[in-house]
């Protein structure tokens, strides 16, 4: 099996000064796991959801939010992606690409 038989080829990007608050808009509007990070049409980054879920107060929309609970919606993607990157071509066998990683 080769990689271009597991990859989404609907990819969602955002860019490098997206907030988190837009971020979480578009995780929860395309379902994904991750997101790619753009700048000049360059991939710089990734963005996954569990990112976001580590860098996201957990008080935001309750009660208790703080003044710096919502301010975490304020945060770029530049602050929370990874920007070491591992990429393939779509002909890579799954396990040759495996242990890239």
């Given at each position: 099996?080769n ?8 990819v969602?990007t955002?860019?490098m ?13 395309y379902?994904f ?46 602050q929370i ?21």
């Open positions: 099996m990689v271009d038989q597991l990859m989404t080829r609907h969602v955002v860019s000064d997206d907030t988190l608050d837009w971020i979480q808009r578009v995780f929860g509007e379902r796991h991750h997101v790619v990070v753009t700048e000049n049409g360059q991939v710089v980054g990734v963005i996954s959801d569990r990112d976001v879920l580590k860098n996201l107060s957990p008080f935001v929309g309750k009660i208790t939010e703080r003044a710096q609970d919502s301010a975490s919606l304020k945060r770029r993607a530049h992606m990874t920007r070491t990157l591992v990429h393939a071509r779509e002909e890579t066998p799954v396990r040759e690409f495996l242990s890239l990683n």
